[in-house]
């Protein structure tokens, strides 16, 4: 019997540094991406300094996947919105969260990040 692949889109194994947020986290956390399709992002879900809440299924989460640098555009990012299909957690290794891509748009990097920092102080005041 031949095996099927049920894939709708080819998946490309690359590790990528990926920053992750969520209303539900009230956190950011940077992460790395252990592939990527067209319509799904599998991510290794260990923050840099800081663990991080490992999501629910159905949660929808906003990752930001840097791009290398091409020194005539600059650097952009994979802006993405998915929803949480799957949590693997192995022990002794961090947990893998796959999502589901609703939407994925390109945009400049560093504007982005410039972005949410400004937000930052003012969503801490807040919640102080």
Known sequence: MKNINRRENPRM???LRCHVTSPALWMRGAMHTENISRSGVLIAWQGEGMPLPVPVLGQIITVEIELPANHGFGQKCIHCQG??????E??????RVALTVNYMDFRSFHDRIRAFEALTPAASSWMA
């Not at 929803?83 to 693997?88: E, Q, S, Y």
């Not at 192995?90 to 947990?95: A, H």
């Open 13 to 15: 194994e690359i590790k």
């Open 83 to 88: 929803t949480v299909t799957r949590v693997a």
């Open 90 to 95: 192995t022990e002794g290794d961090c947990p």
